[in-house]
Structure formats: structure tokens, C-alpha cells
């Protein structure tokens, strides 16, 4: 039996099978099976074996219909011609679906991110004892910093870095604190603080200030409680026991302070010596002890409770000494150990960038992150990596997967010892060289602790100093000043007992001609006023064509709006004692700026010698003679004067960074998303 319903069952299906299927036509086909679908005799198991080749005929043609039994449409769904076309459709859909996910994950991990608020636009480092008095004392202060954020935002500036504000009575321009959470009573209260913050992120700014982990001052409480070995303070700081010959203190070793001499200091009142790398008010903090740490990382967490934005974390390497306390080596092996009382006489092996520092660094990037995540909310870490080798300044990047600084800040240019265009590539290339994959690059031409820019090269570098700042890939940093191209002062006659060495960058802000330079009130000054003062401040500046000022505004305008500039490709071209040549150009934009800058005497160029085929006229998009601007150039020989730069526009289908003979001369660091085969760049972000 079972034997010929496989027959029956085979035979209609050969009926039935591979034809089009009509449609809903089961009554036209067989009518006499509708009458009474649920008639045993009309199921072909029980139909009589003589009734099998009427049926054969009657069912020829038929088609499988809406409403047939499921016994027999699966019979017919086993058949290659059905069942094929099925599988082939569902492991089209499976394929469709993992390569939509592929897809989707390779875009997300490709795509350049948006930039944030650190990278999008300049950082002007305020130092606020000389930027704006508002209470008529002399000393620059937080309100006077309020009142100046109108023209902060004409520099068209994204960040306010102010330098340190903490408590402190000592020398030595607030390094070192006596509390970290109180504003010393020179630059206001913690009011004025808040005031400030709300009215930075009123205007849209972002706000970072110092942190100094390395140390404090001897006034300091924790110091104090620690010389008396008050509870867990007792190893706040690195005491080591010293001996005494001849009243003579005998230190633990033969370390030496970045200011010179010891670096051990005897104190009386623990009879004990404690560590300093810098000055003897500046012990150093023990930071093997966890305490220790976890003070600093409060101290971040009070301020970035208060709205700041992000740190620069100063001195860094200085974090850790070794635990040995072996001596340092010599650099000159044949000088008397005695006579060894100058910083660069020792290499600093056991005193800088020890093991463990870098892990400290990234504990200090976790607390940050905490405060990160919600949007717009990034929290900014920068380290301060003054004297560094290149190879050790990029260790603040961190590693691949492990995030530290967003950047350590370049202090490279400042550093030049001559000015030319080799002297200014050399500075380039070494970074963008050595800079990880990924990561965002930065450029500062002053600080407080570097001479003024017209004083190291002379009034005639100032714009186009600017123009390279503004001109590079990554984020420019401008120290208060520089952009009307204040001068050094020479500081005599002041109250305070400081090594006026230290001095020569921080003198009041020229804001007019008026008496102390529009800078305050007060009848004398903390620092005297340059004397240029009549001529080189805001007021004068901002109303005249081809001043300092007025280029940088354009400048930085120009930075803000050309993609080309905060995220093309940079190409150097070429570079000679006098002058530095290279574009910035990227794909989706088939327009290239051509940035030609002379750092030496006049001299001539040819532009065509480094690219063939450049027409023979170019418009001069920005120049810094005013008078230029808008005018076209001869690219067979454009005559520059001293100090001369020009940013040049070409339009351009053959970018440089497609060829081969650029590879090495080109850098990018965070390229716009531009879809080649679409022809779309995508430039919201
Ligand atoms: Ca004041
Ligand atoms: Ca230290």
C-alpha cells in the first residue's frame, strides 16, 4: 500500500511540477475536488488504482495554487526548480545582510571623526597677571580677562589657555601652590572664577587651565603636616636622610635642581633633607605614594566639576625619581664631582621620564574621561614636554589603544636657534614625522617662558611667523601679544625680588596708547609697559590695513573657513636657507593653496622649477604686505622680500600626495570624508 501511494505521489508530481503558476485557478482546474474537499475518496490515497491515468490526464497542467494541501506542496517545494531558486534567494539574503553589516562597520572605522572643539580652532594662552587689570591694583586679573573675551573672539580664537591662578605667594610666577583649590587673592575669587567660566561658554569658547602635579610649595599644608610626620602626610613629600660635615649639608646623592645645585634641602624641623626639581619652595610631591595620586586626581575632579574644559599638565617628566637614588652620570666624565652644580652638567637619567611616570599620566586621562562623556563635553589634556627629544615628546600621544595627551604641547619653533627655511622644515618634518598615526599635531611661535617673536628674529618674521602657524596642519597656540607683535621688555625698578630674565615676555597687554598701555588704572604697574606702546597696541592695529594684527584676524578667518587648512594634506615642496614652500590641498577640493614664506633676506623663486605645471600667474589669496593681496604673481620668479609670505590658490586636478615623488613630503592628520567614486566631500565637520 505504502508502496503505491509512492507511486501515486511520484506520478503527480510530474503532473504538476515545473510549470507557471497561474494564479488562483484551482476551480477551473479541478472542480470536482472543491465540491467536497474533505471527501476521503477525493484524497489520492484513497483513490481506486483504476482511476490513475484519468487522473494523470486530468491533473496535466495543473499548478500548484493558494489553499493546496501542505502534504502536497511540499512535494512540489522539494523540486530542484523550486527548491533552487528558494536557497538561492535566502543565501542571497544572508550574503546581502553580512555585507550591509560589513559595509556599515568598515565606514565607521574608516571615517575621519569630526573634529573636536581642540582641533577646530587656535588656543590663545593668556598669562594672567599682565592681561587686564580691572581693579586698579596693577596686577592683571580674572574680571579683566572677562572683560576682554569680545576681542578674543574677533582673533576668532576657539580656546582660552590661562596659565597658572593658584594661591601662591612664592617668586616664581604661581608654580608653586600653597592650595590648589583657591585662586590667589591677586587675580580675584573663586566667583570671579565661575563668573569667567560661564562667560567663556557664553561666547562659545572653551576654557583650559595649568595643572601642576609635581609639586607644591613649602607653605603648602600637606608640606607642612608632612615636616612634622603628621599621619598619612608623612610621606607626602621625598625625604632621605642627610649627613652634616663642617656644618655642611651632605646630600643623599649628587642630583641637582633645574635651577642649579642641590637638589636636596635640609629641613630643620623634620632633620631630614626632602627633594625639590626645581626650587627649594617647591618640594617635590612622592608620587609612589597612592595618596598622593589620589589628591591630584581630586584636585582635577574640583575643576572639572567647575566647567574647565581641559588641563595642560606642567612638567610632567618630572613626576618620578628613581627609587635607587644612584648619582647621575656626568656629561663631562673629567670635571671634579664637586663642581658639579649646573643642570646640563648630569644627564638626567634618574630624575626625568621614569618608569611608571606614563602610567601616572594615563590615570590622569581616565579621571578626564570621566568627565568626557557626555556630548559636546570632551575634556582636553595637553602636557607640557618642554626640553623633550622628539622621540620622547611623542610618547605623551600614548599608545595606539591606550590614549594620554590629546597632544603634548610643541615647543619646537620657539626653540629655533636660527631662523630659515631649513631651520623651520627641519622643525616641521621632525614632527609630523615622528607624530603617531591618527593623532592631531600643534604649534606654538611664544610663551611665557620664551623671548618675545620680535625680539628672537625681528619685526619683519612677525607675519609671516603667523602665516606658518596659521598655515600648518593642527592646532596653533598664540601666546597673549604676539598676534600685535609685542616686544621683550627689560624690567628694572620692580618690587618683587625676580630674575628679570623671566620677565622679558610678561609685560602688560597693549591695549591702547593711553597710560599704561589701556592695560590698568593704576598709577604703577606690577611690570612696566613696553615703550612701543604708542604704536604697537589693539586700539591702533585694528583700524589699520597691513598691521600684525589685522593679518592674523585674516588669518585665523581663513583657517576657520578652508577646509584646505584644518584638514588637507600638507606637501612641502621645497626648502633652502631662505625660504619654505608647500601646499595644502585635499581631495574632493580641486583648488591647492601654495604657502611660500621667507624666513631669510630677499630672495627669488621659481615656482615652476618644483611643479611644471603651474600656470605662469597665480592670484595671491593672503599676503603679509597688505597690498598684494587679491594681485597675481609670475611663478617663473616671485620676488620676495624679508621676510615675505604669500598663500597663493591654484586650481589644481593633480594633488600632489597622489604622486610618488611626494610621498615622503607629504602629511595628513585628520582628512576630511571624501568619497572618491560618489565625488562627494563631506565638509559639515
Ligand atoms: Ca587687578
Ligand atoms: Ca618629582
Known amino acids: 500500500m505504502a508502496e503505491d501511494k509512492n507511486k501515486r505521489d511520484s506520478i503527480e508530481i510530474r503532473m504538476k511540477g515545473c510549470q507557471a503558476n497561474n494564479g488562483f485557478v484551482q476551480n477551473e482546474d479541478i472542480p470536482e475536488q472543491d ?39 511540499f512535494q512540489f517545494s522539494g523540486q530542484a526548480c523550486y527548491r533552487l531558486p528558494r536557497e538561492i534567494l535566502f543565501w542571497l539574503t544572508v550574503a546581502s545582510v553580512l555585507v550591509l553589516v560589513g559595509a556599515t562597520i568598515a565606514i565607521i572605522a574608516i571615517s575621519p571623526k569630526c573634529l573636536d572643539w581642540w582641533q577646530a580652532g587656535p588656543m590663545y594662552r593668556i598669562y594672567p597677571r599682565s592681561f587686564k587689570d580691572s ?91 608632612s615636616r612634622t610626620q603628621t599621619g598619612k602626610y608623612t610621606d607626602y613629600y621625598i625625604w632621605r636622610d642627610c649627613t652634616h660635615e663642617n656644618g655642611i649639608t651632605i646630600p643623599p646623592n649628587n642630583w641637582v635642581s633645574v635651577y642649579g645645585n642641590s637638589s636636596w634641602h635640609f629641613d630643620e624641623v623634620r632633620n631630614q633633607c626632602y627633594f625639590h626639581q626645581f626650587m627649594k619652595e617647591q618640594p617635590d610631591l612622592n608620587f609612589r605614594n597612592p595618596d598622593v595620586q589620589e589628591e591630584i586626581k581630586e584636585i582635577m575632579q574640583f575643576w572639572l566639576a567647575k566647567g574647565v574644559d581641559g588641563f595642560s599638565f606642567d612638567a ?38 621614569q618608569v611608571g611616570m606614563h602610567d601616572i599620566v594615563r590615570s590622569f586621562r581616565q579621571t578626564m574621561d570621566q568627565y568626557s562623556r557626555e556630548p559636546g563635553r570632551y575634556r582636553f589634556m595637553g602636557t607640557e614636554a618642554n626640553t ?39 622643525v616641521i618634518t621632525s614632527w609630523m614625522k615622528n607624530m603617531p598615526e591618527g593623532k592631531w599635531p600643534n604649534w606654538m611661535i611664544g610663551g611665557p617662558d620664551n623671548s618675545r617673536l620680535t625680539s628672537r628674529w625681528g619685526n619683519e618674521y612677525v607675519n609671516t611667523m603667523h602665516m606658518l602657524l596659521f598655515t600648518l596642519p593642527g592646532t596653533p597656540i598664540t601666546y597673549y601679544g604676539e598676534e600685535i607683535g609685542m616686544g621683550n621688555i627689560v624690567a628694572t625698578n620692580i618690587n618683587e625680588s625676580y630674575n628679570t630674565d623671566t620677565l622679558l615676555s610678561k609685560s602688560p597687554m597693549q591695549w591702547d596708547n593711553s597710560s599704561n598701555a589701556g592695560f590698568s588704572e593704576a598709577s604703577h604697574t606690577w611690570l612696566p609697559t613696553h615703550s612701543d606702546y604708542h604704536t604697537v597696541n589693539v586700539d591702533a592695529q585694528k583700524t589699520q590695513p597691513g598691521s600684525a594684527l589685522k593679518l592674523y584676524q585674516e588669518l585665523s578667518l581663513l583657517h576657520a573657513n578652508e577646509l584646505l587648512l584644518s584638514r588637507g594634506w600638507f606637501c612641502l615642496l621645497r626648502n633652502d636657507s631662505h625660504s619654505v614652500v608647500y601646499t595644502r590641498e585635499l581631495d574632493g577640493i580641486n583648488r591647492v593653496f601654495i604657502v611660500v614664506l621667507n624666513f631669510g633676506e630677499s630672495t627669488l623663486l621659481n615656482l615652476q622649477e618644483m611643479i611644471s605645471y603651474l600656470p605662469s600667474r597665480l592670484r595671491i589669496r593672503l599676503s603679509t604686505n597688505s597690498a598684494k593681496k587679491g594681485s597675481e604673481v609670475d611663478t617663473r620668479g616671485i ?40 565625488n562627494i566631500l563631506y565638509s559639515v565637520c
Open 35 to 73: 465540491a467536497d474537499p474533505g471527501s476521503p475518496t477525493d484524497t489520492p490515497q484513497h483513490r481506486p488504482e483504476g482511476l490513475h491515468g484519468a487522473l494523470e490526464a486530468d491533473f496535466k497542467g495543473i499548478q500548484p495554487y493558494a489553499g493546496m494541501p501542505k502534504e502536497v506542496l
Open 135 to 225: 581693579d586698579k591694583d596693577g596686577n592683571g586679573d580674572l574680571k579683566g580677562i572677562q572683560d576682554k573675551l569680545d576681542y578674543i573672539t574677533t582673533l576668532n580664537i576657539k580656546t582660552v589657555w590661562i596659565t597658572s591662578f593658584y594661591k601662591s605667594s612664592l617668586k616664581d610666577f604661581r608654580y608653586g601652590v600653597e592650595d590648589f583649590r583657591e585662586i590667589d587673592p591677586i587675580f580675584g575669587t573663586m566667583k570671579d572664577f565661575e563668573n569667567l567660566v560661564a562667560a567663556i561658554h557664553d561666547k562659545g569658547l572653551k576654557l583650559i587651565i595649568d595643572n601642576i602635579p609635581n609639586h607644591t610649595s613649602d607653605k603648602h599644608v600637606w608640606f607642612q603636616m
Open 316 to 353: 610632567v617628566k618630572f613626576l618620578l625619581e628613581a627609587k635607587h637614588l644612584r648619582d647621575e652620570i656626568q656629561v663631562n666624565k673629567t670635571q671634579i664631582p664637586s663642581t658639579v652644580t649646573h643642570y646640563s652638567e648630569l644627564y638626567h637619567d634618574f630624575t626625568t621620564t
Open 388 to 426: 623633550e627629544n622628539i622621540d620622547r615628546t611623542m610618547m605623551y600621544y600614548g599608545l595606539p589603544f591606550v590614549q594620554e595627551a590629546d597632544f603634548p604641547f610643541n615647543h619646537y619653533l620657539t626653540k629655533l636657534d636660527t631662523l630659515s627655511g631649513n631651520s623651520v622644515y627641519e
Open 639 to 678: 620676488f620676495l622680500d624679508k621676510g615675505e609670505g604669500l598663500i597663493l590658490e591654484h586650481n589644481m586636478k593633480n594633488l600632489l600626495h597622489h604622486q610618488t615623488a611626494f610621498r615622503d613630503r607629504c602629511f595628513v592628520s585628520s582628512q576630511a570624508c571624501y568619497s572618491s567614486v560618489l
